[in-house]
């Protein structure tokens, strides 16, 4: 497996750097939905804060991943 990351290493990084605007764009949604009463109401609070919570985690990983696989270097 770490002789293909070379080669995939720029598909990779192009996939994920595409995808963390989205879950950025969710996670700007979600704080939108937090502070709305009606929100609250009608999908509970803790559910929301709870997947903003997930996506958060999840773009933190992002991150590192593409910080960690960029500096990867094949010897």
């Not at 720029?10 to 937090?34: E, H």
């Not at 903003?52 to 985690?57: D, E, S």
Request: with cysteine.
């Amino acid at each position: 497996m770490p002789a293909s990351i070379p080669r995939m290493k720029i598909v990779c990084l192009a996939f994920l750097a595409s995808a963390l605007p989205l879950v950025m764009d969710n996670v700007n949604s979600l704080w939108f939905l937090i502070r709305s009463e009606t929100a609250n109401m009608v999908f509970d609070y803790h559910r929301i804060a709870c997947a903003q919570a997930g996506l958060m985690m999840v773009g933190v990983g992002n991150m590192a991943t593409i910080i960690t696989m960029g500096a990867y270097q094949h010897s």
